[in-house]
């Protein structure tokens, strides 16, 4: 109860608790991508003009891992369906994906930075998380769209 009037949302998965800096970094991952990376699925433009409706910020590892959490390698926007296949019996098509999106050092120095303890800062993840949203307003701007 105290959570949700803190304006933190709690999922069901887990306890993992969602606050101002997910929020703010799902949309921008949404945002950026703007389609579901394994089907296409177009997102529909929010209120702001964004395509972030019917997408879902899916971490490749676990945002229980601080290190990999806000990183936009170790996210991508999937539809519901696509979130929840490569998020259950289907990891290795998922893993086969990053390899293929990072390339094999990308992919490995994220693999590293995954086993590699960070400190939660929630302050420095919004500050983070805000200034990559803010990266996508011209590319959104009403002038462009």
Not at 39 to 49: L, S, V
Not at 54 to 67: A, I, K, T, V
Not at 122 to 130: D, E, G, K, P, Y
């Amino acid at each position: 109860m105290l959570a949700r009037k803190a304006g933190i949302t709690v999922m069901s998965w887990g306890n993992i608790k969602l606050d101002k800096a997910d929020k703010t970094f799902s949309l921008y991952i949404r945002a950026r991508d703007g389609k579901c990376k394994r089907c296409g699925r177009a997102g529909t433009p929010n209120a702001e003009g964004l395509p972030v409706i019917g997408l879902q910020c899916s971490h490749f590892w676990s945002r229980r891992n601080e290190s990999t959490r806000y990183d936009p390698n170790n996210c991508d926007a999937l539809c519901a369906g696509c979130h929840f296949r490569w998020g259950g019996d289907y990891r290795e098509e998922y893993r086969d994906f990053k390899l293929k999106q990072l390339g094999k050092k990308d992919y490995q120095t994220l693999e590293i930075l995954h086993n590699t303890y960070q400190k939660k800062d929630r302050v420095l993840a919004l500050m983070i998380a805000t200034a990559l949203l803010e990266s996508l307003e011209t590319q959104y701007s009403p002038s462009n769209l």
